[in-house]
């Protein structure tokens, strides 16, 4: 019979911004299966932007209510080796736990599954590996206070007591009204070229189904569709996405490339008459001046 403890937690979901060129992935894997043998591990992504702790925040948002209960390890971590505080924060009446760098990584995911129960900062060495620097975290402090947790260590042994009001927030932009329009952000953009917005759809609802998109100087026109085929060839359209928000999207192309944005853009939407969608124009501006109109060409 073995002798080790029973897993409290038999699954970790990891992010991080490490990508895979790397062997720090394998080697946080590694010490997550040394400390905490059986545990099952799933890789949420390791393509978060270097740095971008926004991007990391966001992207662990999306997928926070559909992740397995147990321990969320979350890695994007631009202030290794200062005094930020690294941190566990019990959720749901501890159903789970995120791991990570008190940086605004998880508060997004945080407040969405209901807000923080306890947390701790992890200070504890005894639940601490040994390393050559300080510049590792995700293998010296995070993984091994995973696997502390999923052998049914008590929160409490890790370190010590946080005020949860305490824990950094998020810093998420909103949509906002003026008299050009609604003037919104790319928070994202996927590999198909769809770029998400932080607009809520009931902002868009009572306007109707025609809009115009500017962004960098130049304008689009968009439509509001159901599905991606909806979208009118040369044209871009606006549809609720898998997380509720709005994202700009293309038929079977990048809508991105077609609206020249990417995360961080601002876009500014403004209703339109009703037409038949049939095309897409960019308007080049300059110092606030319309110089010229280009329609494009199917295919162009």
């Given at each position: ?96 736990v995120l791991v990570g760098p008190d940086n605004g990584l998880l508060a997004p995911a945080v407040s969405l599954v209901g807000g ?27 993984a091994p206070a995973a696997a502390a947790l999923c052998r049914g260590v008590e929160l409490a042994e890790l370190g010590s007591e ?139």
């Amino acid at each position: 019979m073995s002798d080790r403890a029973p897993l409290r937690y038999d699954n970790v979901s990891f992010l991080s911004d490490y990508g895979r060129a790397d062997e720090f992935v394998g080697v946080v894997h590694s010490v997550l299966r040394a400390l905490a043998p059986g545990v099952g591990i799933v890789d949420i992504t390791h393509d978060v932007a270097p740095f971008d702790v926004s991007a990391g925040a966001l992207t662990l948002a999306r997928s926070a209510q559909y992740l397995c209960p147990g321990v969320v390890l979350a890695v994007v971590d631009p202030g290794v080796g200062t005094s930020r505080r690294a941190v566990a924060i019990e959720v749901g009446d501890g159903s789970s736990v995120l791991v990570g760098p008190d940086n605004g990584l998880l508060a997004p995911a945080v407040s969405l599954v209901g807000g923080a129960g306890r947390a701790v900062e992890l200070d504890n060495p005894e639940y601490h590996l040994p390393g050559g620097g300080n510049t590792f975290d995700g293998r010296d402090v995070f993984a091994p206070a995973a696997a502390a947790l999923c052998r049914g260590v008590e929160l409490a042994e890790l370190g010590s007591e946080v005020d949860t009001a305490t824990l950094m927030p998020a810093t998420l932009p909103l949509s906002r009204a003026e008299t050009d329009g609604i003037h919104t952000e790319v928070l994202w953009v996927d590999r198909f070229g769809n770029a998400q917005l932080n607009l809520d759809p009931e902002e868009i609802d009572s306007e109707g189904d025609h809009w115009s998109l500017s962004a960098g100087g130049r304008t689009h026109n968009c439509v509001r569709v159901t599905a991606f085929d909806e979208v009118p060839v040369g044209a871009l359209g606006m549809l609720v996405d898998s997380y509720g928000l709005v994202s700009v999207v293309a038929t079977r192309a990048s809508a991105a490339e077609e609206a020249a944005i990417a995360a961080g853009d601002e876009v500014v939407l403004s209703p339109r008459p009703g037409d038949d969608g049939g095309g897409s124009e960019a308007v080049v501006v300059e110092m606030g001046v319309e110089i010229g109109v280009r329609p494009r060409s199917e295919g162009q």
